[in-house]
């Protein structure tokens, strides 16, 4: 069993930058994939990025492809979403996600815990 904990998000001007953290409890971090989602108003929820456990594999969607990067720190137990030039577009309740398998998927069945979410608001 982890839990996961979201925080970073916050209010930013269209192509400012947001860091997102995603703090874990339990000792077997570095062995659960990890993935970022986000869930707009009367949307969906999406893929954002994922990381493998091996921190060399990374995968991000196309929306976000070139301004978002992913990493993690396992040995502090957290991911991270780097956002930069942010866009109006991207406002969503940004969600964390953690899959036993090791590797990311690109839907949210693939995953096994979730966070709470954090509200990032990109104003025009």
């Known amino acids: 069993q982890v839990q996961l904990v979201e925080s970073g998000g916050g209010l930013v001007q269209a192509g400012g930058s947001l860091r997102l953290s995603c703090a874990a409890s339990?000792?077997?971090?570095?062995?659960?994939?990890m993935a970022w989602f986000r869930q707009a108003p009367g949307k969906e929820r999406e893929f954002v990025a994922g990381?493998?456990?091996?921190?060399?594999?990374?995968y991000y969607a196309d929306s976000v492809k070139g301004r978002f990067t992913i990493s993690r720190d396992n040995a502090m137990n957290t991911v991270y979403l780097q956002m930069n030039r942010l866009k109006p577009e991207d406002t969503a309740v940004y969600y964390c996600?953690?899959?036993?398998?090791?590797?990311?998927?690109?839907?949210?069945?693939?995953?096994?815990?979730w966070g709470q979410g954090t509200q990032v608001t990109v104003s025009s």
């Open positions: 996600a953690a899959a036993n398998s090791g590797s990311y998927s690109l839907t949210s069945s693939g995953y096994d815990y």
């Open positions: 339990g000792r077997t971090f570095s062995s659960y994939g």
């Open positions: 990381i493998r456990r091996s921190e060399a594999w990374t």
